[in-house]
Nanobody, 124 residues
Framework: QAQLVDSGGGLVQAGGSLRLSCAVSGRTFGRYDRGWFRQAPGKEREFVAAINWRGDSTYYADSVKGRFTISRDNAKNTVYLQMNSLKPEDTAVYYC?????????????????WGQGTQVTVSS
């Protein structure tokens, strides 16, 4: 069975950086768009970034634009989220996701596969 495995979260001070990874087991997701979402306590899960299956098109939430970078290595079946200039408001559980579609999506319900989540905590 296909499974996404998130990793790379941790505790970092404001202004610091983290790199999240999302590996795949059980199948390949070569022609699947991939996304990152996050969920803070008491809030709904929200879109962070997405990348198309070729890796030549990306889209970001306004709140992370210019600070976060999504990338993928299809040979390794892995997607990354490089997070720089982290702020306390970036604190959340981060989830990677995969979907097969014609255009990239920012909608939670349009993704078919999800990782288990990795905690990111940014201290002030």
């Amino acid at each position: 069975q296909a499974q996404l495995v998130d990793s790379g979260g941790g505790l970092v001070q404001a202004g610091g950086s983290l790199r999240l990874s999302c590996a795949v087991s059980g199948r390949t997701f070569g022609r699947y768009d991939r996304g990152w979402f996050r969920q803070a306590p008491g809030k709904e899960r929200e879109f962070v970034a997405a990348i198309n299956w070729r890796g030549d098109s990306t889209y970001y939430a306004d709140s992370v634009k210019g600070r976060f970078t999504i990338s993928r290595d299809n040979a390794k079946n892995t997607v990354y989220l490089q997070m720089n200039s982290l702020k306390p408001e970036d604190t959340a559980v981060y989830y990677c996701a995969a979907r097969r579609g014609v255009v990239m999506s920012t909608v939670v319900n349009e993704y078919d596969y999800w990782g288990q989540g990795t905690q990111v905590t940014v201290s002030s």
